[in-house]
């Protein structure tokens, strides 16, 4: 008997440790990998020690007064937000509990981004967005995407959606609320009922970019559906924002969508801006050497190829992208800058000592750009990015790779 209850005793006292870990552990291990920032962005100018101001002077001179386009914002919105004359219908997800992976990663994203509250997630989001991009010491424009649902063969929307759905009347909402820091891209999937006429409808309004992603959205890009879209958007000089590369589907198997698929798009006189997936693995590794190849074929060519440098400050993506892109200054004049935001804004996102071991940026960068990163992840994305240099060279990217609108 005596034994049962210091086994129990035990067992208690276990578990009021573990519990005890756990509270005194969660909160730094969310500020390690989600939140890192402690500092508001309007505070930079006098918290922000020397090295870090004299790095974000460098970093937007010579840009003559232009504004830094950023081609590689997102956003997340939940559908709380709306204006007067539209409802949002954004939503995260489909129906059904998300996997405990999925929950941890929208966790570490949301509060990255600023969201604390799940109520009001779309006013957190947003707000922490304008307030990063009015804090710049210099012009910024930041690009905003809807992101459309996935529809099915035959035009209807899937019941459950795998993908997170964004309204393009939203995004041209908050765009019409703050011109000077916003600007929309629309997301029309080719296969929805309207798609032409919607299209059309977008294009008269004045916007110019149409996102896809063909895996997380099923988009055949050499199908019949898109060729149809095509002609609308090379009548009305839209063009395609599209990913290639090595990509995941909602399942997470792997799969590869190969930069010569755009080749439907180009041969319609459609301009695509390529953004860049996983460059790993048995296919991903023909990315870089595809991608090239797609350059040399129609990089002088009209209509116009520009690929986005937002993601390949992350994970091993320095290595197999960002790189092979420096060792080519030829096609510099077609690189566009993105900073990936929300998710560049995760602590754990950028690893500058990495970038620094490998020679992308000097050691001595490493300290004052965390700085930067405690007030301003934006700014901090900006900054690294512009730090950036081939390993062992001084070659790095011009000031018109992040200031070119179109």
């Known amino acids: ?24 552990l969660w909160p730094r291990w969310l500020a390690r990998h989600g939140a890192g920032w402690t500092h508001a962005p309007e505070d930079a100018a006098w918290v922000l020690p020397e090295a870090s101001q004299r790095l974000i002077k460098q970093a937007f001179a010579g840009l003559h007064d232009h504004a830094v386009v950023d081609h590689g914002v997102g956003i997340i919105s939940r559908g709380q937000l709306s ?20 929950w941890l990663r929208q966790l570490l ?9 799940a109520d009001t997630a779309d006013a957190e989001y947003i707000s922490r967005l304008l ?6 010491p210099g012009p910024y424009r930041a690009e905003i995407s809807g992101r459309a649902g996935v529809f099915g063969p035959h035009g209807a929307p899937l019941d459950d959606q795998p993908a997170p759905v964004v309204s393009n009347r939203y995004v041209a909402w908050l765009a019409k609320q703050a011109p000077k820091a916003l600007t929309a891209e629309v997301s029309i999937h080719p296969r929805q009922p309207n798609a032409k006429a919607a299209l059309t409808r977008w294009a008269k309004a004045g916007v110019q970019d149409v996102r896809w992603w063909p895996v997380a959205q099923q988009i055949d890009l050499d199908g019949a559906a898109a060729k149809a879209a095509y002609k609308v958007m090379a ?42 997936g996983g460059a790993t693995g048995a296919h991903g590794q023909q990315l870089m ?17 520009t690929i986005s440098l937002a993601g390949l400050l992350s994970g091993d993506r320095p290595d197999t992208e960002l ?3 420096l060792q080519h200054p030829q096609f510099f004049t077609h690189l566009r800058y993105g900073s990936d935001y929300p998710a560049v804004a995760r602590a754990d996102a950028i690893d500058l000592q990495s970038l620094a071991r490998s020679g992308f940026i000097a050691k001595t960068d490493v300290a004052p750009l965390s700085a930067i990163y405690d007030v301003n992840p934006l ?28």
Do not use: C
């Open 109 to 117: 994203r949301d509060r990255a981004a600023g969201i604390r509250n």
């Open 131 to 136: 307030r990063q991009i009015r804090a710049m």
């Open 83 to 102: 204006g007067p004359d539209f409802s949002n219908d954004s939503h995260e997800r489909g129906h059904g509990v998300p996997a405990v992976s999925t």
């Open 235 to 276: 009548a009305h000089h839209m063009r395609l924002d599209v990913v290639v590369g090595q990509l995941q589907r909602a399942d997470h198997d792997p799969a590869w969508v190969a930069p010569a698929r755009l080749k439907a798009a180009l041969d319609a006189g459609v301009p695509v801006r390529i953004r860049l």
């Open 323 to 325: 790189e092979p892109l």
């Open 379 to 406: 700014l901090f994305a900006w900054v690294v990015m512009r730090r950036v240099h081939l390993p062992y060279t001084t070659l790095h990217f011009p000031a018109a790779v992040f200031t070119a609108k179109d």
């Open 1 to 24: 008997m005596r034994r049962r209850t210091a086994g129990a005793i035990v067992l208690v006292v276990a578990a009021l440790v573990l519990v005890l870990l756990f509270v005194l």
């Open 289 to 305: 050497p595809a991608l090239f190849a797609l350059l040399r074929h129609h990089g002088d060519a009209k209509p116009a190829i």
